[in-house]
């Protein structure tokens, strides 16, 4: 944990090129409340909008990466009036982590995360709409809403999209906690690693492959990799095609020039970034 653990419940830090952004309420387990979420939609904000930026990180400190909600406020909410349309502002409350994982996905930069001890509810959902997700071995995962009387609501078509609609139903249900292991066997996690010597480890490999890869033409590739309907009809795998055609064209006339030139003269491209380990050094 680090020192200044009690300071803010989000850390967000910029090394070399890379947005470290860091659940900082341990003691609470790490809980997303809106405060939260305010600052991490702010944090995606700035990712989008800073050129120098090349990937956004996840990671918790503590024993967990995040149990989820924050349910500390319950009776508070529930005794808000029906707004005057009507609608019930708990809707909007709840809606508001929607709009963040729904911007985090359309995030051009990648998006990584790192998780330890438990990922639980909207945890396990913001590990469900990361690009590369990593895990501790001992991390536990589940969808915990339906066993405490609530619905999966925003995270419900990350997770359905990551690990399919039948696995993402039946863990939903059922409220089933699940192992690393699994995550790994159900496509939830990308790796999983043995201690957290090791997690950091992968992480930082992650991430300096990433460094070593062309920004804009990875942008592109996360762009066109989430292009819905390009498998539901011939027309939409044409579509796709046709404008993956128009992106590598214009990549070609972009960092293409760069990377071949790098490639011939064997020497490393400009844009190649490191992710230094001395920023989790204390995780």
């Given amino acids: 944990m680090n020192s200044d653990s009690q300071a803010t419940p989000v850390q967000v830090e910029c090394h070399n090129g890379f947005l470290l952004i860091t659940f900082n309420q341990p003691e ?5 409340g809106p405060e939260v979420v305010n600052v991490l939609t702010e944090a995606i904000t700035r990712a989008e909008n800073d050129a120098s930026i090349r990937a956004v990180v996840f990671r918790g400190y503590g024993s967990v990466f995040s149990a989820g ?25 709840n809606r508001t982590f929607g709009t963040f994982l ?10 990584v995360v790192a998780a330890q001890g438990a990922a639980m509810g909207g945890g396990a959902g913001l590990v469900s709409a990361a690009d590369i997700a990593i895990a501790c071995a001992d991390t536990k995962f589940c969808f915990t809403e339906t066993k405490i009387g609530l619905v999966p609501a925003q995270i419900l078509p990350f997770v359905m999209e990551r690990i399919g609609t ?24 990308d790796f999983v690693e043995p201690d957290m010597a090791s997690l950091r480890l992968r992480l930082i490999t992650v991430l300096d492959n ?18 819905k309907g390009w498998d539901q009809s011939d027309q939409g795998l044409s579509d796709l095609l046709d404008v993956s055609a128009t992106a590598f064209a214009k990549a070609m006339r972009d960092e293409a ?4 030139s790098a490639l011939n003269e064997k020497r490393t491209p400009a844009w190649k970034k490191s992710f230094p380990p001395s920023a989790i050094e204390k995780w």
């Fill in 28 to 32: 609470m387990r790490n809980p997303l």
């Fill in 69 to 93: 909600g924050n349910l500390g406020n319950f009776q508070k909410r529930l005794a808000a009036p029906m707004n005057a349309d009507g609608s019930d502002p708990i809707a909007k409350s």
């Fill in 102 to 111: 729904e911007k985090l996905r359309k995030c051009p930069k990648p998006v």
């Fill in 166 to 189: 039948k696995r993402a139903r039946r863990l939903m249900l059922a409220a089933e906690r699940f192992s690393a292991d699994e995550a790994l066997r159900i496509g939830l996690v």
């Fill in 210 to 227: 990433i460094g070593a890869c062309a920004p804009n033409a990875v942008m592109a590739t996360k762009q066109l990799s989430y292009r």
């Fill in 257 to 260: 020039g760069e990377g071949i």
